[in-house]
């Protein structure tokens, strides 16, 4: 694989973007029925999870993307072990994808959650260009690998740290997206902005789950803007959380902000349950960017249209979850990672 042109990864490429955007009958199927085996990936959110990459695989950001690297470097390709989340669909992907065009070999430990769908992206790639094949491969467990980029949570961080912790790595924790309000976004942007938080019932690290407000902000203008994603409380998992959630605020007493499908509350963490965002109030936006400082290795990007200085990734109303080929996790390059590694011995 290191011998392929960037010309020849584009087009390969494109070609299964291509493939993704408009589904063919084996897509379809696993479209309709992988809630089967996980009840959140619906029909719609694994629809929208194929087609968001299938738009990243275009032309102009593939060329964009890879002409970034030098991919001749890699000389002698290692093998990268691959620990996939499985919170959202094909979460995992791009993981994998920059260990493929860097010219090295994935070995794949993905979640029982997401295994069908990145087995089945995969096999179209290799049916596009099978020069790709005996570059991956999915395993129970991982063993015999040189380096390792592992997805999770706080808590499994700690015990990837320990296990790889001796060979280079990517060790991600959990993160959440931040949107900061002005009070001048008006009620099409706030509409977006409920993209960035319903999308994928708000489990992926880089949906919004606090926001950032004027102290005079008038909640209500939020809650009537965001009103057309009402729908998601009729998903009985989503319900049961929002209802769990509401239950303990209401049981202890604890002041919080309802309008029938997501509770806001006061609190300084970034992270929140699911069915609740957090909220914060400002006085002016030097707060603002001293808080995101604060928590920066907590945000995974930032929603806003504000001018404000952050060391995160900083995305418009209603892309959270529409990333760039070039918009890592975290902040890290992870084909800086790959590209380096594959010039050591």
């Known amino acids: 694989?290191?011998?392929?042109?960037?010309?020849?990864?584009?087009?390969?490429?494109?070609?299964?973007?291509?493939?993704?955007?408009?589904?063919?009958?084996?897509?379809?199927?696993?479209?309709?029925?992988?809630?089967?085996?996980?009840?959140?990936?619906?029909?719609?959110?694994?629809?929208?999870?194929?087609?968001?990459?299938?738009?990243?695989?275009?032309?102009?950001?593939?060329?964009?993307?890879?002409?970034?690297?030098?991919?001749?470097?890699?000389?002698?390709?290692?093998?990268?072990?691959?620990?996939?989340?499985?919170?959202?669909?094909?979460?995992?992907?791009?993981?994998?994808?920059?260990?493929?065009?860097?010219?090295?070999?994935?070995?794949?430990?993905?979640?029982?959650?997401?295994?069908?769908?990145?087995?089945?992206?995969?096999?179209?790639?290799?049916?596009?260009?099978?020069?790709?094949?005996?570059?991956?491969?999915?395993?129970?467990?991982?063993?015999?690998?040189?380096?390792?980029?592992?997805?999770?949570?706080?808590?499994?961080?700690?015990?990837?740290?320990?296990?790889?912790?001796?060979?280079?790595?990517?060790?991600?924790?959990?993160?959440?997206?931040?949107?900061?309000?002005?009070?001048?976004?008006?009620a099409d942007e706030l509409y977006l902005l409920g993209h960035d938080i319903f999308d994928y019932f708000g489990l992926g690290c880089r949906n919004v789950s606090k926001l950032l407000i004027p102290r005079d902000y008038n909640i209500a203008t939020f809650f009537e803007a965001i009103e057309p994603h009402k729908e998601v409380v009729n998903h009985n998992k989503y319900h049961n959380n929002y209802g769990y959630n509401k239950s303990i605020y209401l049981v202890g007493s604890e002041q919080h902000l309802d309008n029938g499908f997501l509770l806001l509350k006061e609190n300084d963490a970034v992270a929140s349950p699911l069915g609740v965002v957090f909220y914060n109030y400002y006085d002016n936006l030097t707060d603002v960017e001293q808080l995101l400082a604060a928590q920066n290795e907590n945000i995974q990007c930032v929603v806003t249209k504000a001018s404000i200085k952050v060391q995160n990734q900083v995305v418009s109303f209603g892309q959270s979850q529409q990333p760039k080929l070039w918009d890592y996790a975290d902040g890290v390059d992870t084909m800086e990672f790959l590209v380096e590694l594959g010039q050591k011995a």
């Open 1 to 186: 694989m290191s011998k392929i042109k960037i010309t020849e990864l584009i087009s390969t490429l494109s070609k299964l973007g291509s493939q993704l955007q408009n589904p063919d009958e084996e897509l379809n199927q696993l479209i309709q029925t992988e809630h089967r085996y996980n009840p959140w990936f619906t029909p719609e959110n694994v629809e929208r999870a194929i087609k968001t990459i299938g738009q990243s695989l275009n032309e102009a950001d593939l060329s964009t993307w890879l002409n970034q690297y030098d991919l001749t470097k890699n000389t002698l390709p290692k093998k990268i072990g691959l620990i996939l989340a499985g919170n959202i669909p094909l979460v995992g992907f791009h993981d994998v994808l920059c260990v493929l065009v860097t010219g090295n070999i994935a070995l794949i430990k993905a979640s029982s959650q997401d295994a069908r769908l990145v087995k089945t992206v995969l096999n179209k790639l290799i049916a596009i260009d099978h020069n790709f094949s005996g570059y991956f491969s999915f395993v129970e467990r991982l063993t015999d690998f040189d380096a390792v980029i592992a997805t999770g949570s706080n808590n499994t961080s700690r015990y990837f740290d320990y296990y790889f912790g001796k060979v280079p790595h990517i060790i991600r924790k959990n993160r959440n997206g931040i949107a900061v309000l002005t009070g001048d976004e008006n």
